[in-house]
């Protein structure tokens, strides 16, 4: 379990970070463009990584419904969220952006109760409520 708070905690890190680079980097440029040169970027760097860590195999042996789901995730995350993130970020703050954006999983959960049958718990109420709740705040 230890390592899936230290991985938590990085990601958490990594994903703080960025909006400063991305906010900085939208400036006198689309977000189309920035996304664009981002996903380039990261494309390089993941044929890199698979090629060195020898594990084409595991890409090339994924199911054909698998790959469908992992595309259609990547089409909404990726490209779609992303694209809008970038938006948002060019024409707002980032102090108001990232929280808002943040709180997906207040729809991933709705859309995990409907979707895939996940049951609702008074921890998940209590957590979706202090979500809208910082969000609200975030009108002042």
Known sequence: ?????????????????????????????????????????????????VTAAGQWGSVTSVTTKNAVYIALEGICAALLGQLAYYYALKFGEVGRVSPIVAAFPLVALL???????????????????????????LKY
């Open 1 to 49: 379990m230890f390592n899936a708070y230290l991985f938590a905690g990085v990601a958490m890190l990594f994903w703080a970070i960025a909006p400063i680079f991305g906010k900085l980097g939208l400036n006198g440029i689309q977000p189309l463009a920035a996304l664009t040169i981002r996903s380039l970027v990261i494309s390089a760097i993941l044929l890199i990584a």
């Open 111 to 137: 859309f995990a109760i409907l979707f895939l049958g996940e049951k609702l718990t008074l921890y998940k109420v209590v957590a979706a409520l202090l979500i809208v709740a910082g969000i609200a705040l």
